[in-house]
T-cell receptor, first 113, second 115 residues
């Protein structure tokens, strides 16, 4: 069964600090891994998308890494801002004709002043 | 580019009535759209995959007759919650696919409250 596990479940950091969120998956065959940011009451917004051959992708202060061998990904947030407070969701899609996506449960990040 | 518009953003309806939620791809054609449901503090749960011109594919446990999906054009999919009950109250989100690997864009979601 395809699974995506995210850790930690929640995280509180001070403004300006860095943090790293983890995503482990068992999806096979692998197609791509996407990180989304979801503000409360809003739809998810794409941060990064990585395929098998990509092991790092940046989007401003967000940097995602992918280790396809260990099936792990991380999302690093640099110099956090209050507006980074949100849920961060890891989504992994398989490479079947259906291209089915498996969602992680998300990490809730709270940035405090 | 790749903008998805979802409407309405919030709706309150009486128990027993039906509610229609629209999902539009504004600047691209989407042969496939997805409908999700999200409960508080939980991740998105796929309800159904909507394919233009054909019947939607529903996930196990999702009632087809209760959640009617119509994907009549390449830019519009609708989800109708029929005979709504308070337990249908949730956050519904659509997404549209414009590229098999890189192209998934989510709508902004609809908060449905059934009273």
């Amino acid at each position: 069964k395809n699974q995506v596990e995210q850790s930690p479940q929640s995280l509180i950091i001070l403004e300006g600090k860095n943090c790293t969120l983890q995503c482990n998956y068992t999806v096979s065959p692998f197609s791509n891994l996407r990180w989304y940011k979801q503000d409360t009451g809003r739809g998810p917004v794409s941060l990064t998308i990585m395929t098998f051959s990509e092991n790092t992708k940046s989007n401003g202060r967000y940097t995602a890494t992918l280790d396809a061998d260990t099936k792990q990904s991380s999302l690093h947030i640099t110099a956090s801002q209050l507006s980074d407070s949100a849920s961060y969701i890891c989504v992994v899609s398989d490479d079947t004709n259906a291209g089915k996506s498996t969602f992680g449960d998300g990490t809730t990040l709270t940035v405090k002043p | 580019g790749a903008v998805v518009s979802q409407h309405p953003s919030r709706v309150i309806c009486k128990s027993g009535t039906s509610v229609k939620i629209e999902c539009r791809s504004l600047d691209f054609q989407a042969t496939t759209m997805f409908w999700y449901r999200q409960f508080p503090k939980q991740s998105l749960m796929l309800m159904a995959t909507s394919n233009e011109g054909s019947k939607a594919t529903y996930e196990q446990g999702v009632e087809k007759d209760k959640f009617l999906i119509n994907h009549a054009s390449l830019t519009l999919s609708t989800l109708t919650v029929t005979s709504a009950h308070p337990e249908d109250s949730s956050f519904y989100i659509c997404s549209a696919q414009w590229d098999r690997v890189y192209g998934y864009t989510f709508g902004s979601g609809t908060r449905l409250t059934v009273v």
